[in-house]
T-cell receptor, first 115, second 116 residues
Framework: AQKVTQAQTEISVVEKEDVTLDCVYE???????LFWYKQPPSGELVFLIR??????QNEISGRYSWNFQKSTSSFNFTITASQVVDSAVYFC????????????FGTGTSLTVIP | DAGVIQSPRHEVTEMGQEVTLRCKPI?????LFWYRQTMMRGLELLIY????????DSGMPEDRFSAKMPNASFSTLKIQPSEPRDSAVYFC??????????????FGQGTRLTVV
């Protein structure tokens, strides 16, 4: 079974604080992909990053960084020095090689950055 | 490319009426997905297509829902008859494949459907 769990429903931080959004996944596939999407208040879903199961290198893009750990089935997302524009709902998603090209989404974490 | 294009952006209809949502995927993308988003149920996959063929429609809630993809550049999601509980934001997304399976999906801006 494919499952993505985002245990944090809502998070509030003060601007410039760092924040980590947790994502834990379950899959029987040996080859799979993990994704993060951002949904700002305007409603669109914006792709942020894709990671495949055989590449555990962490990635940094500006203030964003991702920590993929197969040992704990986690793919966490950290925003450094948060800004008000980071306020959004963030979704983690999983796609497995043996489940066609379906994307399984977590329930999302609503992040509010307080000025 | 303009991205995934959905129309209309907003739709308000009366219960019992037929509703048709439209989607134009990104050119060259072989996979097309229809999702529904509500506060209660989050993002739900309704159906997805590969090369215009429906692969999995197990997420379609009822026979009132139907989806078609007559060609690589167009898909529709139809609800007939519509009910208030169908009110949601409906997203269309597309991704590359089959040789590049499991690449990211790009989403349209969604159609906000309100059934009164």
């Amino acid at each position: 079974a494919q499952k993505v769990t985002q245990a944090q429903t809502e998070i509030s931080v003060v601007e410039k604080e760092d924040v980590t959004l947790d994502c834990v996944y379950e899959t029987r596939d040996t080859t799979y992909y993990l994704f993060w999407y951002k949904q700002p208040p305007s409603g669109e879903l914006v792709f942020l990053i894709r990671r495949n199961s055989f590449d555990e290198q962490n990635e940094i893009s500006g203030r964003y960084s991702w920590n993929f750990q197969k040992s704990t089935s986690s793919f966490n997302f950290t925003i450094t020095a948060s800004q008000v524009v980071d306020s959004a709902v963030y979704f983690c998603a999983l796609s497995g090689a043996n489940t066609g090209n379906q994307f399984y989404f977590g329930t999302g974490t609503s992040l509010t950055v307080i000025p | 490319d303009a991205g995934v294009i959905q129309s209309p952006r907003h739709e308000v209809t009366e219960m019992g009426q037929e509703v048709t949502l439209r989607c134009k995927p990104i050119s060259g993308h072989d996979y097309l997905f229809w999702y529904r988003q509500t506060m209660m149920r989050g993002l739900e996959l309704l159906i997805y297509f590969n090369n215009n063929v429906p692969i999995d429609d197990s997420g379609m809630p009822e026979d009132r829902f139907s989806a078609k993809m007559p060609n690589a550049s167009f898909s529709t999601l139809k609800i007939q008859p519509s009910e208030p509980r169908d009110s949601a934001v409906y997203f269309c997304a597309s991704s590359q494949g089959p040789g590049l399976m499991n690449t990211e999906a790009f989403f349209g801006q969604g159609t906000r459907l309100t059934v009164v």
